[in-house]
């Protein structure tokens, strides 16, 4: 009886043995693997890691817009065109970047920067200026759910080109160059107004014949403008001689607010408008042949024209015509330049005769 009790004593101390020694071993074992990978682990392995990240990220991501796509086709638009929109920005910031470094570097003024360049930081600063009120808004605590609703209900107003869908480019173009439009009346009344206190008879005459002109729906020649020339450097029509309401006036020309102290709008609008001769300058050197169909319509609609209406041909033919006539202004003369976003712009193309 003793001897097998001794027998299964013995026999349990050696399976407990055995237990706590496979228990070191395996608990050690497994330490020294963690460390060594932990330690010793190539950079390729990982970078192996980052990329199965990356995938399964990039295909829950897929998974999550194929739901959307399917069940929520109206909130995918909107999700699509945002994401879309946010890397449209940041690459735009990015290449504004690099132009800017160039110019420090290379110690290049705003007027020799190629056309493509020079337009990229003038559109760029003009989307951030709009997006600055709506970063404002959403700068309290919980105030992004107020900027989603506002962003939905408010989009032209408040959110900057990059978030807009396709269909609503072309809507807002055509709404912004509409309520431009309603402003040529008044301008060529103003005109209108100043010319009548013009000294020189001639000048006075041009004048008002091309007023009456563009009123009675009749594209002008370019030598039509180019007459009154001389009428804008100085007195009375030049931007910071012309009365307060005609500035006003011309303010949407730019889609710049009007609701602003006459000092402010009149350096406003030179300043707008130099960089426009600075803009015409820099596509004369580019070559308007260089132009794609894209940025050829943006050029003529910066410039006043409602270009998402004309065919490429006549954005082509009004586009030259403009260059034509802006080759030969000097900054002191770009009140001339200003007038004429509506004289060649309110009636163009010219109607056909039957």
Known sequence: MALSCARVCRRFSVDLYGIRTNGVTVIYSSFTATSGARHYS?????????????????????????????????????????????????????????????????????????????EKLRQFRRDMIKAIPLLLISIPPFANYLVFVLMYFFPRQLLIRHFWTPQQQTEFQELNHSHRAQHHWAVLKGLESAGSHVKDGRLKISLLDLCNKVQSGVHPNISDIQAI?????????SIKRINANQMRQLC???????????????????????ELLQLD??????????????????????????????????????????????????????????????????????????
């Open 42 to 118: 190539s950079p390729k392995s990982r970078l192996g890691i980052g990329l199965q990240i990356v995938s399964r990220l990039q295909g829950a991501n897929a998974k999550y817009e194929l739901f959307l796509q399917r069940y929520f086709p109206r909130f995918y638009v909107l999700y699509h065109t945002f994401t879309k929109g946010i890397q449209l920005l940041f690459q735009d910031a990015k290449e504004v970047t690099v132009i800017k470094t160039r110019m420090l570097t290379n110690s290049v003024e705003v007027q020799d920067l190629p056309y493509r360049d020079m």
């Open 281 to 354: 300058r820099a596509l004369s050197r580019h070559g308007l042949h260089q132009l794609d169909d894209s940025e050829l319509r943006q050029a003529c609609y910066v410039r006043g024209l409602d270009s998402g209406s004309l065919s490429i041909n006549q954005c082509q033919e009004w586009l030259s015509q403009w260059l034509q006539f802006s080759s030969h202004l000097k900054e002191s003369e770009v009140s001339l330049l200003v007038h004429s976003m509506v004289f060649l712009s309110a009636n163009y193309p010219k109607p056909s005769h039957h």
């Open 252 to 274: 949407p020309l730019f889609f710049l607010t009007p609701r602003l102290p006459t000092p402010m709008i009149g350096t406003r609008l030179n300043s707008h408008a130099i």
């Open 229 to 237: 020339r001389g009428l804008f450097s100085g007195a009375p029509l």
